[in-house]
């Protein structure tokens, strides 16, 4: 695989020896990951395995304390401007959807690219509604998030991080709070999303995804990265008994 | 096996309709209801009746001194038309009364507009209202520019000073309530406790204390020579008290704020103080709608208590007219007055506030 000897430049993102405590807690523990360009990743884990603290020091929602975090070949450090430049190229999507309850969809969509990008109100209203037409909701941009639902918040909270054009896509648990029903329309949106060719760390239970677009599944349990495989290799022939476990438990049922 | 086909929707029942309807639903669907609804209905009535002979039936109207009063029992009306012009202007001088019309007058039209939903331009009323306005009005009332007399803040008073110091309070608390909220929130230890130590040091003090410290007090401060306007300094007493409140109003709107919001924002790529500006503030002031309104309010009756510094406000000039032996007893008829000034104008906010609610409401968040 190319994760050994990619130099630091070629990589999306690179994890080295991270490491984060929240006060006491010991919640992220030596954990190392590369991300080549156009690789998507799953990562799954028991509830407070530190999926969502890791993905979330990609993007600097949380800071770590020690290690290196390299996304895009900038380093991130205290230091303000780069971590807006990472959160630039960085795309997120949350579980909650976080979509800005006071703005139209499509308000919602320019507003990054009009007061970050410094775009033309005209331009990035043409990107926004590309990007609404892709994930098959442009007929909602003039409606509040609070008139739409879940899975088409979901869907709009997609679009607008990527009216930014981002290089890299976070999402942390983009179904779990959704409906059966809409789990696949949200779903669809990201296959597409990866066929593309997008960069993609996800954290999901949700194994078909895993199964159709993921480069590589990680699996994590108390703050370390426990076992990390292919799909298929991750599935049906698991090494760990942690992993064993894991995986018969959110299979059966 | 048969298909799933949905009913068809159906129009909703139609309720009791018309006056006998809405008498029989909301006054007497029940015997205890109706019983209910006589008595209060006769309480009401029956204390209505004397106020209204009072204020109106028996009241005297015209007239220019007690003569006009002493036939009547009811109010003496003719009091207040002879005041007016005091209780309006204050000691302003007559012949420029008319520099106080045009205030007035640039006021009522830029916030009367804001009441019909359908104006086009509230946008650029209300920046004018905040900024072209207090301008225009502190030029045109104090003069000394422009050809127009310099008139001195010792003559300034009545309702002009009233709305005068209400206006200046809340346009300038707003800002700094909102910079205070955001400093007491802010992650820098020196900026926090700066913010936390202002607030809670204004706010634990009476207006009447603030307003007499920085009238007797604080020229004792100053260098010789210095010496700025006691109606400057009332101003700055009120808008330092006003802005430790409506910070606190307003942190509480900030508090309510969902953290997925910042970090939305955040992951966006927006600054603090865009992500401010665009994301947090709109949300977190529409909420505190109604505490910022109900401190504006207080503000506004608070202002009564410049009395104290010498500066002669509606009150004050009511005040001291009902004691002026030209006329009788007609101090009910000058509070009556008074209050009626203030009711007004808190309810106009009042409403104003419910107005921008229903306006600024965009469904349901999730
Ligand atoms: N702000 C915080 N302060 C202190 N502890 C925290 C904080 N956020 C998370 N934790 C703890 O860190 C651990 C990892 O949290 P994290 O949210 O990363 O888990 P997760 O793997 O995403 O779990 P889930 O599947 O439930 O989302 C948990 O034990 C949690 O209680
Ligand atoms: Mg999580």
């Given at each position: 695989?190319?994760?050994?000897?990619?130099?630091?430049?070629?990589?999306?993102?690179?994890?080295?020896?991270v490491?984060?405590?929240y006060?006491?807690?010991?919640?992220?523990?030596?954990?190392?990951?590369?991300?080549?360009?156009?690789?998507?990743?799953?990562?799954?884990?028991?509830?407070?395995?530190?999926?969502?603290?890791?993905?979330?020091?990609?993007?600097?929602?949380?800071?770590?304390?020690?290690?290196?975090?390299?996304?895009?070949?900038?380093?991130?450090?205290?230091?303000?401007?780069?971590?807006?430049?990472?959160?630039?190229?960085?795309?997120?999507?949350?579980?909650?959807?976080?979509?800005?309850?006071?703005?139209?969809?499509l308000?919602?969509?320019?507003?990054?690219?009009?007061?970050?990008?410094?775009m033309?109100?005209?331009?990035?209203?043409?990107?926004a509604?590309?990007?609404?037409?892709?994930?098959?909701?442009?007929?909602?941009?003039?409606?509040?998030?609070?008139?739409l639902?879940?899975?088409q918040?979901?869907?709009?909270?997609?679009?607008?991080?990527?009216?930014?054009?981002?290089k890299?896509?976070?999402?942390?648990?983009?179904?779990?709070a959704?409906?059966?029903?809409?789990?696949?329309?949200?779903l669809?949106?990201?296959?597409?999303?990866?066929?593309?060719?997008?960069?993609?760390?996800?954290?999901?239970?949700?194994?078909?995804?895993?199964?159709?677009?993921?480069?590589?599944?990680?699996?994590?349990?108390a703050?370390?990265?426990?076992?990390?495989?292919?799909?298929?290799?991750?599935?049906?022939?698991?090494?760990?008994?942690?992993?064993?476990?894991?995986?018969?438990?959110?299979?059966?049922? | 096996?048969?298909?799933?086909?949905?009913?068809?929707?159906?129009p909703?029942?139609?309720?009791?309709?018309?006056?006998?309807?809405?008498?029989?639903?909301?006054?007497?669907?029940?015997?205890?209801?109706?019983?209910?609804?006589?008595?209060?209905?006769?309480?009401?009535?029956?204390?209505?009746?004397?106020v209204?002979?009072?204020?109106?039936?028996?009241?005297?109207?015209?007239?220019n001194?007690?003569?006009?009063?002493?036939?009547?029992?009811?109010?003496?009306?003719?009091?207040?038309?002879?005041?007016?012009?005091?209780?309006?202007?204050?000691?302003?001088?007559?012949?420029?009364?008319?520099?106080?019309?045009?205030?007035?007058?640039?006021?009522?039209?830029?916030?009367?507009?804001?009441?019909?939903?359908?104006?086009?331009?509230?946008?650029?009323?209300?920046?004018?209202?905040?900024t072209?306005?207090?301008?225009?009005?502190?030029?045109?009332?104090?003069?000394?520019?422009?050809?127009?007399?310099?008139?001195?803040?010792?003559?300034?008073?009545?309702?002009?000073?009233?709305?005068?110091?209400?206006?200046?309070?809340?346009?300038?608390?707003?800002?700094?309530?909102?910079?205070?909220?955001?400093?007491?929130?802010?992650?820098?230890?020196?900026?926090?406790?700066?913010?936390?130590?202002?607030?809670?040091?204004?706010?634990?003090?009476?207006?009447?204390?603030?307003l007499?410290?920085?009238?007797?007090?604080?020229?004792?401060?100053?260098?010789?020579?210095?010496?700025?306007?006691?109606?400057?300094r009332?101003?700055?007493?009120?808008?330092?008290?006003?802005?430790a409140?409506?910070?606190?109003?307003?942190?509480?709107?900030?508090?309510?704020?969902?953290?997925?919001?910042?970090?939305?924002?955040?992951?966006?790529?927006?600054?603090?103080?865009?992500?401010?500006?665009?994301?947090?503030l709109?949300?977190?002031?529409?909420?505190?709608?109604?505490?910022?309104?109900n401190?504006?309010?207080?503000?506004?009756?608070?202002?009564?208590?410049?009395?104290?510094?010498?500066?002669?406000?509606?009150?004050?000039?009511?005040?001291?007219?009902?004691?002026?032996?030209?006329?009788?007893?007609?101090?009910?008829?000058?509070?009556?007055?008074?209050?009626?000034?203030?009711?007004?104008?808190?309810?106009?906010?009042?409403?104003?506030?419910?107005?921008?609610?229903?306006?600024?409401?965009?469904?349901?968040?999730?």
């Amino acid at each position: 695989m190319a994760m050994e000897n990619a130099s630091s430049n070629e990589l999306a993102v690179q994890l080295v020896d991270v490491n984060k405590w929240y006060g006491e807690f010991h919640v992220l523990k030596n954990i190392n990951l590369n991300v080549t360009p156009g690789e998507r990743i799953v990562i799954c884990g028991p509830s407070g395995s530190g999926k969502s603290t890791m993905i979330r020091c990609i993007n600097r929602l949380e800071e770590h304390q020690k290690g290196k975090i390299i996304v895009n070949g900038i380093e991130l450090t205290e230091d303000l401007k780069r971590i807006d430049e990472v959160r630039r190229e960085v795309g997120m999507c949350f579980q909650h959807f976080n979509l800005f309850p006071h703005l139209t969809v499509l308000e919602n969509c320019t507003l990054a690219p009009i007061w970050v990008r410094k775009m033309p109100k005209s331009e990035a209203v043409k990107i926004a509604m590309h990007y609404l037409e892709r994930v098959k909701i442009p007929e909602q941009a003039d409606k509040y998030p609070g008139q739409l639902s879940g899975g088409q918040q979901q869907r709009v909270a997609i679009a607008r991080s990527l009216c930014m054009n981002p290089k890299i896509m976070l999402f942390d648990e983009p179904t779990s709070a959704l409906d059966p029903e809409m789990i696949k329309e949200v779903l669809d949106v990201m296959v597409e999303l990866a066929e593309e060719g997008m960069t993609m760390l996800c954290v999901t239970h949700e194994m078909g995804f895993a199964k159709l677009v993921a480069n590589r599944v990680i699996f994590m349990d108390a703050g370390q990265v426990v076992e990390e495989n292919e799909p298929h290799e991750f599935f049906d022939n698991p090494q760990n008994d942690r992993t064993k476990l894991f995986l018969s438990q959110i299979l059966n049922h | 096996m048969n298909e799933f086909k949905p009913l068809p929707s159906l129009p909703p029942p139609a309720s009791l309709t018309g006056v006998v309807g809405w008498l029989h639903k909301n006054l007497f669907s029940t015997p205890l209801y109706t019983i209910l609804t006589l008595v209060v209905g006769y309480l009401v009535i029956s204390s209505l009746i004397p106020v209204l002979d009072w204020a109106i039936f028996s009241a005297n109207f015209t007239g220019n001194d007690r003569s006009a009063c002493e036939s009547g029992t009811g109010a003496c009306w003719a009091f207040i038309g002879n005041r007016i012009n005091i209780f309006a202007y204050g000691s302003y001088p007559a012949a420029e009364y008319w520099r106080l019309d045009i205030c007035f007058a640039l006021l009522v039209l830029s916030f009367g507009p804001q009441f019909f939903d359908k104006f086009p331009y509230k946008m650029w009323l209300g920046v004018f209202s905040l900024t072209g306005f207090p301008v225009i009005c502190f030029y045109l009332i104090s003069g000394g520019a422009f050809g127009l007399e310099s008139i001195e803040t010792g003559k300034w008073g009545g309702l002009a000073l009233t709305l005068m110091l209400a206006y200046v309070g809340i346009v300038a608390a707003l800002p700094f309530g909102i910079v205070l909220a955001l400093g007491r929130r802010s992650e820098m230890p020196v900026i926090r406790t700066f913010c936390i130590a202002f607030i809670e040091l204004w706010r634990g003090v009476p207006l009447i204390s603030v307003l007499f410290m920085s009238s007797v007090m604080l020229p004792l401060f100053l260098p010789e020579g210095m010496n700025f306007d006691k109606l400057l300094r009332a101003l700055i007493g009120i808008t330092m008290f006003q802005s430790a409140y409506m910070a606190e109003v307003i942190r509480g709107g900030l508090q309510a704020i969902p953290r997925g919001q910042y970090e939305a924002s955040k992951a966006l790529g927006l600054s603090y103080w865009k992500s401010m500006g665009l994301i947090i503030l709109p949300q977190a002031l529409k909420l505190v709608i109604p505490g910022i309104v109900n401190t504006f309010i207080a503000l506004f009756k608070d202002t009564t208590l410049v009395l104290i510094i010498g500066l002669l406000d509606i009150l004050a000039t009511v005040q001291a007219s009902i004691t002026d032996p030209e006329w009788g007893s007609v101090a009910t008829e000058g509070y009556v007055f008074a209050a009626l000034c203030f009711w007004v104008f808190c309810f106009g906010m009042s409403r104003y506030s419910q107005s921008l609610e229903r306006k600024l409401h965009t469904g349901h968040k999730r």
